[in-house]
């Protein structure tokens, strides 16, 4: 195992920090404001604080991806003790869905506990301290206001950008007390008025949406400490991320770069499939607001849709042409809509449906793939004239789609799109499989001649043909590197997405056991190492940003790769169970889908699993399965 910098406990991870300089990075995220702070302790052995804060509705360009009004802040609130200001110097910190930050000054007088947060519902970043006599003498604690104020200019006229906090006079302590105080950081929009919080307040409301994400919403229990500790900040990262827009609330991936705006991948496929087994509305809200935004660019003339929709739903990115997005729309839409359980809505969405289909349909080649421009690597790697995922994510999008066909009473449709499924599927195996570094894989296109790690795709979209090998490919040291799947063999580039459907689609090809290993492998490096606690985006690009939709694929490593949810009706789905034996029993609670609240346990039995499904009303069912068996529960 790795060397560890942070220990687990109850939910929260620890850096306990004397004497050891470090700093790392962490995004968090409120309605309207996300805030990537680096801290650590210099090598003075004192506090280090950078606030990165972007405001997803200050625009600073009109119709720019990238015009997110960004303000980078410093400074530290210095104290006196009896008269002398002092230094900080970090004993350990703690994060909890806070980063909580413990400190002493020189003369062991005082405990500076400060508490970083986005506030949930304005445009502000707080740090909420609180000063704690630790001595055994009374302490006279002072500090001077601070009121700062500075303009910035962009698309909405002039922001006001605001620093405050209040003065403290001479407050004496007696050994034992405390005294607090905040520091606010907000900006805002000309004619709104300047932010006024109470510091507490805000963090009660900012733990509520923790303590929802870790046990209202699709609650896991595995017995591995570090995996559900892990899955339910993943919860977090991914559901926090959705940003008061001018389009309404709307999932976006963050990393400094990318707010108000959705983008095919990220919000569509990633973390669309998820959202309804959360059963936290607002992320519901941001899916359909996406799901909406690209509407209006379906047309009769059969033309790509745009990758992304940015600034707040005013226009559009598509540089990389077209990188199989109405294949990840067609999947990620149709994944959501099964789950969430809605007729009504999905009626709504049967025409955007459909249309992805005869898109889809329209860019069969003459090899009966699908032809794209790019993938979402957007040409950092080459993939041909057409890709294995394109196809792939198509063939999934075809079934999803004839799902919904069957529920809304379209059986024509529901047959058409099941027959193009299977054409594709055949000339998926046909075309792209292949010999590639001595392994009965995949080739990714046409001319590929390198391992990549995508190969890994056909198992999360229930193609298992080529699994033995296609598995002992992507566990082999030519592509599983010391963060996972590198991109390409002999290249040392990651992106955690195609690690994470790597995880899930080993799990869906039933080698559990096998593949355990490389999950807690995974999961302790990205919980407890130099880079904590999310997964991340990318290596060297972004130098690993915590973007929140990784975080929803992390997730959907254990609901559908561990447990093998697959949506099937608006009152139905699957179960393929793939647990190691390292897990006696797994359990994921408060499952908010199909028109329910359930909770599923699965458990081994002799050599299958014993499955236990109970609704909220106390219903219960149970199941016995052969390892490899797949149930539909209806």
């Given at each position: 195992?790795?060397?560890?910098?942070?220990?687990?406990?109850?939910?929260?991870?620890?850096?306990?920090?004397?004497?050891?300089?470090?700093?790392?990075?962490?995004?968090?995220?409120?309605?309207?404001?996300?805030?990537?702070?680096?801290?650590?302790?210099?090598?003075?052995?004192?506090?280090?604080?950078?606030?990165?804060?972007?405001?997803?509705l200050?625009?600073?360009?009109?119709?720019?991806?990238?015009a997110?009004?960004?303000?980078?802040?410093?400074?530290i609130?210095?104290?006196?003790?009896?008269?002398?200001?002092?230094?900080?110097?970090?004993?350990?910190?703690?994060?909890?869905?806070?980063?909580?930050?413990?400190?002493?000054?020189?003369?062991?007088?005082?405990?500076?506990?400060?508490?970083?947060?986005?506030?949930?519902?304005?445009?502000?970043?707080?740090?909420?301290?609180?000063?704690?006599?630790?001595?055994?003498?009374?302490?006279?604690?002072?500090?001077?206001?601070?009121?700062?104020?500075?303009?910035?200019?962009?698309?909405?006229?002039?922001y006001?950008?605001?620093?405050?906090?209040?003065?403290?006079?001479?407050?004496?302590?007696?050994?034992?007390d405390?005294?607090?105080?905040?520091?606010?950081?907000?900006?805002?929009?000309?004619?709104e008025?300047?932010?006024?919080?109470?510091?507490?307040?805000?963090?009660?409301?900012?733990?509520?949406?923790?303590?929802?994400?870790?046990?209202?919403?699709?609650?896991?229990?595995?017995?591995?400490?570090?995996?559900?500790?892990?899955?339910?900040?993943?919860?977090?990262?991914?559901?926090?991320?959705?940003?008061?827009?001018?389009?309404?609330?709307?999932?976006?991936?963050?990393?400094?770069?990318?707010?108000?705006?959705?983008?095919?991948?990220?919000?569509?496929?990633?973390?669309?499939?998820?959202?309804?087994?959360?059963?936290?509305?607002?992320?519901?809200?941001?899916?359909?607001?996406?799901?909406?935004?690209?509407?209006?660019?379906?047309?009769?003339?059969?033309?790509?849709?745009?990758?992304?929709?940015?600034?707040?739903?005013?226009?559009?990115?598509?540089?990389a042409?077209?990188?199989?997005?109405?294949?990840?729309?067609?999947?990620?839409?149709?994944?959501?809509?099964?789950?969430?359980?809605?007729?009504?809505?999905?009626?709504?969405?049967?025409?955007?449906?459909?249309?992805?289909?005869?898109?889809?349909?329209?860019k069969?080649?003459?090899?009966?793939?699908?032809?794209?421009?790019?993938?979402?690597?957007?040409?950092?790697?080459?993939?041909?004239?057409?890709?294995?995922?394109?196809?792939c994510?198509t063939?999934?999008?075809?079934?999803?789609?004839?799902?919904?066909?069957?529920?809304?009473?379209?059986?024509?449709?529901q047959?058409?799109?099941?027959?193009?499924?299977?054409?594709?599927?055949?000339?998926?195996?046909?075309?792209?499989?292949?010999?590639?570094?001595?392994?009965?894989?995949?080739?990714?296109?046409?001319?590929?001649?390198?391992?990549?790690?995508?190969?890994?795709?056909?198992?999360?979209?229930?193609?298992?043909?080529?699994?033995?090998?296609?598995?002992?490919?992507?566990?082999?040291?030519?592509?599983?590197?010391?963060?996972?799947?590198?991109?390409?063999?002999?290249?040392?580039?990651?992106?955690?997405?195609?690690?994470?459907?790597?995880?899930?689609?080993?799990?869906?090809?039933?080698?559990?056991?096998?593949?355990?290993q490389?999950?807690?492998?995974?999961?302790?490096?990205?919980?407890?190492?130099?880079?904590v606690?999310?997964?991340?985006?990318?290596?060297?690009?972004?130098?690993?940003?915590?973007?929140?939709?990784?975080?929803?694929?992390?997730?959907?490593?254990?609901?559908?790769?561990?447990?093998?949810?697959?949506p099937?009706?608006?009152?139905?789905?699957?179960?393929?169970?793939?647990?190691?034996?390292?897990?006696?029993?797994?359990?994921?609670?408060?499952?908010?889908?199909?028109?329910?609240?359930?909770?599923?346990?699965?458990?081994?039995?002799?050599?299958?699993?014993?499955?236990?499904?109970?609704?909220?009303?106390?219903?219960?069912?149970?199941?016995?399965?052969?390892?490899g068996?797949?149930?539909?529960?209806?």
């Amino acid at each position: 195992m790795q060397g560890n910098r942070w220990i687990l406990e109850n939910d929260k991870i620890i850096w306990n920090c004397s004497g050891d300089s470090h700093l790392d990075t962490i995004e968090m995220a409120g309605n309207q404001i996300a805030a990537i702070v680096t801290y650590g302790v210099n090598d003075t052995g004192t506090l280090s604080l950078h606030r990165e804060l972007r405001y997803p509705l200050l625009r600073t360009l009109p119709k720019d991806t990238y015009a997110t009004l960004g303000c980078h802040h410093e400074q530290i609130q210095s104290f006196s003790i009896d008269g002398k200001t002092i230094q900080e110097y970090p004993e350990r910190f703690v994060f909890d869905g806070v980063v909580h930050v413990y400190s002493k000054d020189a003369d062991n007088k005082v405990v500076i506990k400060r508490s970083l947060f986005p506030c949930r519902n304005s445009k502000a970043y707080v740090e909420h301290v609180t000063i704690t006599n630790c001595s055994q003498k009374p302490v006279i604690v002072s500090s001077e206001a601070i009121c700062e104020r500075r303009f910035e200019r962009g698309a909405k006229g002039v922001y006001p950008v605001d620093i405050d906090s209040r003065a403290m006079a001479g407050v004496t302590l007696v050994p034992g007390d405390s005294v607090v105080n905040d520091l606010i950081f907000s900006a805002r929009l000309p004619m709104e008025k300047p932010i006024r919080l109470d510091g507490a307040s805000e963090l009660a409301a900012r733990m509520d949406l923790v303590h929802q994400m870790f046990s209202d919403c699709l609650d896991l229990e595995t017995g591995d400490d570090k995996l559900d500790c892990m899955f339910r900040f993943a919860k977090l990262r991914a559901a926090e991320s959705i940003f008061d827009t001018a389009a309404g609330p709307l999932h976006s991936p963050g990393g400094g770069a990318y707010y108000a705006a959705v983008w095919t991948n990220d919000q569509i496929e990633y973390a669309g499939p998820l959202f309804p087994f959360l059963g936290y509305d607002r992320a519901n809200t941001a899916s359909e607001n996406a799901f909406k935004l690209y509407l209006p660019f379906m047309g009769e003339n059969l033309y790509r849709i745009p990758s992304s929709i940015i600034d707040e739903g005013n226009d559009l990115w598509e540089g990389a042409g077209d990188r199989g997005d109405s294949a990840m729309y067609l999947y990620g839409v149709t994944r959501f809509l099964l789950a969430y359980g809605k007729q009504e809505t999905a009626e709504q969405y049967w025409d955007a449906i459909d249309w992805c289909v005869r898109y889809c349909r329209l860019k069969v080649n003459e090899d009966g793939v699908i032809a794209s421009d790019s993938d979402e690597l957007e040409e950092r790697f080459a993939s041909g004239d057409a890709n294995l995922c394109t196809s792939c994510l198509t063939y999934a999008g075809l079934i999803s789609a004839a799902d919904i066909a069957a529920e809304l009473g379209k059986q024509d449709k529901q047959k058409e799109y099941l027959e193009f499924a299977a054409m594709l599927r055949k000339n998926i195996e046909r075309f792209f499989g292949a010999e590639v570094s001595g392994y009965q894989t995949y080739r990714y296109y046409k001319e590929n001649t390198l391992l990549r790690s995508w190969i890994c795709i056909p198992l999360t979209m229930g193609i298992l043909d080529r699994k033995e090998e296609t598995i002992r490919a992507l566990l082999s040291d030519r592509l599983f590197g010391k963060d996972g799947l590198v991109c390409e063999e002999g290249n040392d580039t990651f992106w955690d997405r195609s690690t994470l459907y790597a995880l899930r689609g080993i799990l869906n090809a039933g080698h559990s056991d096998e593949v355990y290993q490389f999950l807690e492998y995974y999961v302790n490096k990205r919980l407890l190492t130099e880079h904590v606690p999310y997964a991340v985006e990318a290596y060297p690009e972004g130098n690993q940003r915590h973007l929140s939709a990784e975080s929803a694929l992390f997730v959907r490593v254990i609901t559908e790769g561990m447990f093998g949810f697959v949506p099937r009706g608006f009152r139905s789905f699957e179960l393929h169970p793939s647990v190691p034996k390292a897990l006696k029993r797994i359990t994921l609670k408060n499952i908010r889908a199909f028109g329910n609240c359930f909770t599923v346990t699965v458990e081994h039995a002799g050599d299958g699993y014993h499955i236990r499904l109970e609704t909220v009303d106390g219903r219960i069912r149970n199941f016995e399965t052969a390892v490899g068996e797949t149930i539909r529960i209806e």
